[in-house]
């Protein structure tokens, strides 16, 4: 922890001992947001944005726009996340929503908000990955998108999750790492039995138990046990791929895509946690981070293709993810800081000036007490000097000397830094008043 420490400090060019010309020019920057930003709110029953004509112009054409959140425990970020989806879907024809939410659970809440029979209840539970479906305002959400395709049936609203599916690592989630290799096989058990019984033979100890059990399981599992798990999926893929003709013909186009990318899913899973170590909670804390935003990008690039050539797509994560350039980060299990390519990153090599990042800050207001002590003074904190609640500022119109700051390493209240002139085209500020302090 000390080490993070001096991580921080060293890169956030603002602290205690920072040089004079360090300061000045953070408060160069300060001068200019305080004269640039654009305060931004959401209305109170969370679905129209205020003043927000000055966000859709700094977004303008592009047919990507990704928004971060600072934290996953933030419901300003949420309700801010559905109203610009909304404002985003009526005046730039977005079509399409995708949140860090397993890949595999999402598909039920696409079903959900393009009218599907599942309750709102069942949909709420089983749809989010990790612990998502707590939140009201993700709840909010499926109602939302659900009454704005009621409303304009012609033009329908999509929402997709992207992550890996089975809430890796999380066995507080409803549904465990078996999630996308269950979907997978109920749809295949539903077009070819046969094929089914030989795969569902393989992996039944796999299967039933709850995500604690499941997870639990697999720790203890010899890595011969684990490559004839592989090996299954691996085989299960395959039988999608030579048989998508008669599949489909069984189903339909529709059913089959969804049943392939389940077993892309349980691919996905299945690599993450052979890097588990026997019988040890994993040790290569960044190596999964790798991973899981790599299989991330192509979840994204898949839900782009699927929606079509002129679709417009809106991506929500946490920061870290979002962000356009590799961050540094400083392992709680290792010692030395680790720099980690992103989910933005491919977002930014793959579709460069056609996607716009959104870096979400999160303050606190003078009544928070810090959640924990600290002698730098991170990007979070430095911006809530400002006193404005809740305000956009567009990095790309910083003059020179501003940008010069920018495009430097600066901590973020978090556990990593980043250069942000590189890693986001737009910020957005958020403070949480008493009594949410922590929200």
Not at 66 to 93: I, M, P, W
Not at 222 to 250: C, M, N, P, Q
Not at 345 to 355: C, D, E, K, T
Request: hydrophobic residues 40%.
């Amino acid at each position: 922890m000390l080490r993070f420490a001096v991580l921080l400090a060293a890169t956030v060019c603002l602290s205690s001992g920072a040089a004079a010309q360090s300061d000045s020019t953070a408060n160069t920057f300060l001068r200019w947001a305080a004269g640039a930003l654009r305060p931004v709110s959401v209305d109170s029953a969370g679905e129209k944005l205020i003043d927000a004509d000055r966000l859709l112009e700094m977004i303008g054409s592009a047919p990507i726009t990704a928004l971060s959140e600072a934290t996953h425990n933030g419901d300003e970020v949420l309700r801010f996340r559905n109203a610009l989806f909304l404002a985003l879907a009526r005046e730039r024809r977005y079509g399409a929503l995708a949140i860090e939410s397993g890949l595999s659970e999402g598909a039920r809440l696409y079903e959900y908000v393009r009218g599907g029979s599942r309750s709102f209840g069942a949909t709420v539970d089983s749809g989010f990955s990790w612990t998502f479906h707590t939140h009201r305002a993700n709840q909010g959400l499926l109602q939302i998108l659900r009454a704005y395709n009621t409303a304009a049936p012609g033009s329908p609203v999509s929402l997709y999750g992207f992550d890996v599916p089975g809430s890796p690592g999380n066995t507080a989630a409803v549904r465990g790492v078996s999630t996308a290799l269950g979907e997978a096989l109920s749809y295949l058990r539903e077009v070819d039995e046969a094929e089914s019984e030989r795969i569902n033979h393989r992996v039944a100890t796999f299967l039933g138990a709850t995500p604690r059990e499941t997870y639990a399981h697999y720790l203890q599992l010899a890595f011969v046990d684990r490559d004839r798990l592989s090996g299954a999926i691996a085989d299960l893929i395959g039988v999608f791929e030579r048989r998508e003709k008669k599949y489909t013909e069984a189903t339909s186009a529709e059913r089959f895509a969804w049943g392939y990318r389940h077993a892309i899913g349980a691919r996905q899973i299945d690599t993450w946690l052979r890097m588990l170590p026997l019988n040890e909670r994993p040790k290569h804390y960044f190596e999964h981070h790798a991973y899981r935003d790599r299989a991330m990008a192509e979840n994204v690039d898949w839900i782009k293709r699927r929606e079509g050539p002129d679709a417009r797509l809106m991506v929500f994560a946490s920061r870290f993810h979002i962000a356009g350039s590799p961050v540094q980060v400083l392992s709680l299990r290792d010692s030395e800081p680790t720099q980690a390519v992103t989910l933005g990153s491919y977002l930014r090599a793959q579709y460069g000036n056609q996607v716009v990042l959104i870096g979400n800050i999160f303050g606190r207001s003078p009544a928070c007490p810090p959640s924990k002590p600290s002698t730098s003074m991170s990007l979070d904190r430095l911006l809530s000097t400002l006193g404005v609640r809740s305000f956009v500022l567009d990095l790309r119109q910083a003059p020179q000397a501003v940008r010069a700051w920018l495009d430097q390493t600066h901590a973020l209240d978090e556990y990593f830094a980043v250069n942000m002139a590189q890693a986001f085209d737009i910020i957005y500020y958020n403070q949480v008043d008493p009594p949410r302090c922590r929200p």
